[in-house]
């Protein structure tokens, strides 16, 4: 596709439910990270994938964190038992080593846990 | 100390004026350098690489100090197209052999006419 591509734009869920955020990545990019971004602060690192191996997950705050990103393309962020806390926009990016290391963001999810 | 510190603002500057923000990085080893701006409700897009020689992009100019660990980026003859919030990036290779790219927590500026 032309960018990277997030769904859904806007999740509202209830305090306990589970949520899985999808990423479609530009086509043939490598990298793909998940970043969260809580309201007024910049972007924190959760996860990094290089095709379908996740290489770093030093920053999923808890075990209710769960990415994957099977094939090598599309990659899926999943919460269980979503907290309040839970509550910010999460960026996906992808990028081609070697290419000055620009890393393009999709739109995020912006999830409100109630 | 966060690896990657930046001025939060708000810089409200007038129209036509130069605004100058800082950013320090504590990660000696970091790699590259990046400003990224992000308007309000968007995605972070890239605004330019620093590097150490300094490099310019019509209004803007960038500069990395490697000795003293930080990153500038002036921007000339603002206009209200400029206002958004410009997050400084900086990256660094992981224990897991990836590149990892660490944000501040951004600069919010303001164009006012």
């Known amino acids: 596709g032309a960018g990277v591509s997030q769904s859904p734009r806007y999740k509202v869920a209830k305090r306990g439910q589970d949520v899985a955020l999808r990423c479609d990545p530009i086509?043939?990019?490598?990298?793909l990270f998940w970043y969260q971004q809580a309201l007024g602060q910049g972007p924190e690192f959760l996860t990094y994938f290089q095709n379908e191996a996740q290489l770093d997950k030093s920053g999923l705050p808890s075990d209710r964190f769960f990415a994957e990103r099977p094939e090598g393309s599309v990659s899926t962020l999943k919460i269980q038992r979503t907290q309040q806390e839970d509550s910010a926009v999460y960026l996906c990016a992808s990028s081609q080593p070697g290419h000055r290391n620009e890393a393009f963001f999709g739109q995020g999810t912006r999830l409100t846990v109630v | 100390r966060k690896e990657v510190e930046q001025d939060p603002g708000p810089f409200n500057v007038p129209e036509g004026a130069t605004v100058a923000f800082n950013c320090t990085y504590s990660?000696?080893?970091?790699?590259?350098f990046f400003w990224y701006r992000q308007d309000c409700r968007k995605e972070p897009k890239l605004l330019m690489s620093?590097?150490?020689s300094g490099n310019e992009d019509g209004r803007f100019t960038a500069q990395l100090n490697r000795a003293s660990q930080y990153i500038s980026l002036l921007i000339r003859d603002s206009k209200l197209s400029d206002s958004a919030t410009y997050l400084c990036v900086v990256t660094h290779l992981s224990n897991f052999g990836n590149e990892k790219l660490t944000f501040g927590t951004g600069t919010r500026l303001t164009i006012i006419p």
């Open positions: 990660n000696s080893a970091s790699q590259s």
């Open positions: 086509s043939g990019h490598v990298s």
């Open positions: 620093v590097y150490s």
